[in-house]
């Protein structure tokens, strides 16, 4: 058996390949929407790609089952306990499918075969309602029976369970008590099979789909019995909902769009679009036009120098996709800031959170944007000041503080009067800040705060990013508040 995880550090999500050796045919679970990188890995292991699967209708990324059943001849299994996805229903399910590909809605207990490899699905709601874990037996030495693989989707991470808060964004969702109920059903069902059994989880640590995701690629259920606080106070149903619930972000904005893309099957990508290069005068005239939004990947420093209208700070990092579809309106033309080798990787972070591929205007180099003249475009900006002087405005009550943390950095303590606003949040609950003052932005470093700092900046605030973030703060013994 082959078995490839291909992993996007940007959005925490895991994809798997999973290869029959003796057939030289493979299964994709949990594709993105650029499924040309898929195709480019079976190639070089030497298998093609005849199915694919998912385990739910995901809302962190774009899926790439809609593309490769439109491009490719395969199989593409997806849950059939729930309402079905507009495009998957039986109405439209065979519309536009590629000569040789088939739609397989699958049940609990269903069964399907990759060359010799035997997958059946489990039916593991609470996340979503149609979530399906996918279990396999690996094959062991000359034939024998191996170590049962779970495929787990957004069901079980290593050391944490997808949240059942996000199970409202499921078609037709679930109630939250519904949500909470299901899950721990879900994971009752586990107590079955044995300690060894590996899990393959859809995200690792960072993912908004859980709350304390272990930086670890996978795990067995043997580990999870142990360190994972969900898992083990699954029969405890005060415990268990205290668990899975205490501490949840919001879910950030971006995840209702991407579920309406993925309910409607929207994206249907055989490769990424290419993106012109704008020369200085291009550039120019569109980042002078309110519909076109600039999304700057240089780092901070640069960004200060040279600010630009309607410009979103971003740099081409871990926080690089939730930090722009938080950030985008629906209906924004997008022209990148970026080095011409990085665009290609930016481009395809951008698709996956949700961006229209027509939307993308095209870019240009750092270089050519530090020597225009940029008396035209500075605008009001962001000014980074000290936690010295962070303190001095919030003593003298100058400023309206916004703590863009999570919920458990907030709760361990922030400072005095502080409003909660997680920095991908900022574009829905903008309006609540007053303007009749600065703001003030501050996170655990100041990468985040610069993010919020400059995108509040691009709204019309007088912006002060705090530069070093809480700490700092707090250890010079000034004032917090938990």
């Known amino acids: 058996m082959l078995l490839r995880r291909i992993f996007d550090a940007h959005l925490a999500q895991a994809s798997y390949l999973v290869g029959c050796k003796a057939t030289g045919e493979a299964l994709v679970i949990d594709p993105t929407c650029d499924i040309d990188r898929y195709l480019a890995v079976a190639a070089q292991e030497g298998v093609r790609i005849v199915a694919v699967a998912e385990t739910h209708v995901h809302a962190d990324f774009v899926s790439g089952v809609r593309g490769f059943v439109t491009h490719h001849p395969v199989r593409a299994f997806v849950s059939a306990e729930g309402p079905p996805p507009a495009w998957a229903s039986s109405e439209s399910g065979t519309n536009g499918l590629a000569p040789g590909a088939e739609l397989v809605r699958l049940r609990a207990g269903d069964g399907f075969r990759v060359g010799r490899l035997a997958f059946t699905a489990r039916h593991t709601p609470g996340h979503t309602r149609e979530s399906l874990t996918f279990e396999l037996a690996a094959p062991g030495r000359e034939g024998a029976k191996g170590t049962t693989l779970l495929f787990s989707g957004d069901f079980l991470f290593a050391g944490d369970v997808g949240r059942p808060d996000l199970g409202a964004f499921a078609t037709e969702g679930m109630t939250l008590r519904e949500a909470v109920d299901r899950l721990r059903d879900s994971l009752a069902s586990l107590e079955e099979l044995p300690g060894d059994t590996q899990v393959l989880p859809g ?128 209906d924004d033309r997008v022209v990148l800031i970026a080095e011409k080798a990085k665009v290609p990787d930016i481009v395809r972070v951008l698709l996956r959170v949700g961006v229209d591929p027509a939307s993308i205007e095209g870019f240009i180099e750092p270089r050519a944007v530090s020597a225009l003249a940029t008396g035209s475009f500075a605008t009001c900006g962001v000014d980074d000041i000290t936690p010295v002087r962070a303190h001095e405005l919030v003593e003298h009550g100058a400023v309206t503080v916004v703590d863009v943390r999570t919920c458990s950095e907030f709760g361990a303590g922030h400072l005095p009067g502080a409003r909660h606003i997680p920095y991908t949040h900022l574009r829905a609950r903008m309006d609540d800040l007053p303007r009749d003052r600065p703001v003030l932005c501050y996170c655990r470093s100041g990468n985040r705060s610069a993010r919020a700092s400059a995108f509040l900046a691009r709204a019309g605030f007088e912006a002060l990013n705090m530069r070093g973030g809480y700490w700092p703060y707090a250890g010079r013994g000034f004032s917090v508040e938990k």
Do not use: Q
């Open 203 to 330: 995200h690792g640590a960072g993912s908004e789909c859980g709350k304390s995701i272990c930086n670890i690629p996978a795990t067995t259920l043997g580990i999870e019995r142990v360190i994972n606080r969900a898992l083990r106070s699954h029969a405890d149903a005060g415990g268990f909902e205290t668990a899975v619930l205490a501490g949840n972000n919001e879910p950030p904005p971006y995840f209702a769009r991407v579920k309406r893309l993925n309910e409607a099957g929207a994206r249907a990508m055989a490769s990424i679009p290419e993106v012109r290069e704008l020369d200085c005068a291009g550039f120019a005239a569109l980042c002078e036009r309110p519909e076109h939004t600039v999304i700057d990947t240089r780092p901070w420093n640069d960004y200060l120098d040279t600010r630009l209208p309607y410009a979103i700070s971003a740099p081409f990092e871990r926080s690089f996709g939730p930090t722009v579809a938080n950030y985008l309106e629906e």
